[in-house]
Structure formats: structure tokens, C-alpha cells
């Protein structure tokens, strides 16, 4: 099992900056990928951006630019700084663990932070 927990996020104005921060624990070893997905109301959740253990990272286009992932292996945790932010951001916001090995996937969630985009 993998615990996350993310913290950051909140109220921001368009153009501002946010930071959402995830922290991993529990059976964490080898290759996997951590990632931040969000969610609108009425809409799906969908992928913003990941990262993998060996650093390779991959955006959604609305976010590349302006979005940055980071993560720390030894510390099991992983960032990501939102700049120039626009209200269509405005979603719950999930740190996502995701591991692929022999006998399956096994994919971990947070529960969640709200980042708000209004004037």
C-alpha cells in the first residue's frame, strides 16, 4: 500500500502562481510514476502532469509552459508549481502513484485538494 497526501493549492487570481506538494509513504521501491491529475465539476479527471522515477516528465498541453512537475526519489515527494494560472485550473487537484510489475498495476490516490482560479 501507498499513502498520499497532498497539501497546497487554494485561492488563486488569474496570472498568479500556486503550488501543490505530495507525499508519498507506505511500500515504495523500484520504478514507478507519480503524476497530478484534476477534475472539474461535470467534467473527467484528466492527467496535467507526471513524472517518472528517472525524471522524465510529460504535460497535458493546457499546461505546458506554464506548469512544472518535480520530484524527490529520496524523499518520496513531488511538487508541482502552477504559474500563470487561468480560471479554466480551477478543479480538484489528485497526486497519483502508479507502479506497473509482473502481476499487475497498482495505482494509489490522494484524496484531493481544491485550486480555485477567480478574480
Known amino acids: 500500500q501507498v499513502q498520499l497526501v497532498e497539501s497546497g493549492g487554494g485561492l488563486g487570481q488569474p496570472g498568479e502562481s500556486l503550488r501543490l506538494s505530495c507525499a508519498a509513504s507506505?511500500?515504495?521501491?523500484?520504478?514507478?510514476?507519480m503524476g497530478w491529475y484534476r477534475q472539474a465539476p461535470g467534467k473527467q479527471r484528466e492527467l496535467v502532469a507526471s513524472?517518472?522515477?528517472?525524471?522524465?516528465?510529460n504535460y497535458a498541453d493546457s499546461v505546458k509552459g506554464r506548469f512544472i512537475i518535480s520530484g524527490d526519489n529520496a524523499k518520496n515527494t513531488m511538487d508541482l508549481q502552477m504559474r500563470s494560472l487561468k480560471p479554466e485550473d480551477t478543479a480538484v487537484y489528485y497526486c497519483?502513484?502508479?507502479?506497473?510489475?509482473?502481476?499487475?498495476?497498482?495505482?494509489?490516490w490522494g484524496q484531493g485538494t481544491q485550486v480555485t482560479v477567480s478574480s
Open positions: 507506505g511500500r515504495i521501491s523500484g520504478t514507478y510514476v
Open positions: 513524472i517518472t522515477t528517472s525524471g522524465s516528465t
Open positions: 497519483n502513484h502508479k507502479k506497473v510489475t509482473l502481476g499487475g498495476t497498482f495505482e494509489y
